[in-house]
Nanobody
Framework: QVQLVESGGGLVQPGGSLRLACTASRSSFNSYDMNWYRRAPGKQRELVARITTDGSTNYEDSVKGRFTLSRDNAKNTVYLQMNSLKPEDTAVYYC?????????????WGQGTQVTVSS
């Protein structure tokens, strides 16, 4: 079992920045691919960014060049740096830890943190 605690959400003006953090409870944190998802009002949840165990990253097209995902395995934490924020980035952001063990996928979720981009 992995517990994830997110922080860093809030209200920001368009063009501003926020940094989300997600800290995991397990020391085997470096064995998990870590993801950030978001769910905007009236929309389906979407994958925003992913960082694999070897540090490779992938981003949803609309956030490429604006968001940066990184991980600090010594602190069991991933960081999502969000720059040049737009109103359409407004959503609840969820941290996810994913691992494949013996062909079985395990997913763990944080409680979510609200990001609101508005003037």
């Amino acid at each position: 079992q992995v517990q994830l605690v997110e922080s860093g959400g809030g209200l920001v003006q368009p063009g501003g920045s926020l940094r989300l953090a997600c800290t995991a409870s397990r020391s085997s944190f470096n064995s998990y691919d870590m993801n950030w998802y978001r769910r905007a009002p009236g929309k389906q949840r979407e994958l925003v960014a992913r960082i694999t165990t070897d540090g490779s990253t992938n981003y949803e097209d609309s956030v490429k060049g604006r968001f940066t995902l990184s991980r600090d395995n010594a602190k069991n934490t991933v960081y999502l740096q969000m720059n040049s924020l737009k109103p359409e980035d407004t959503a609840v952001y969820y941290c996810n830890a994913h691992i494949l063990v013996a062909k079985i996928e395990y997913d763990y979720w944080g409680q979510g943190t609200q990001v609101t981009v508005s003037s």
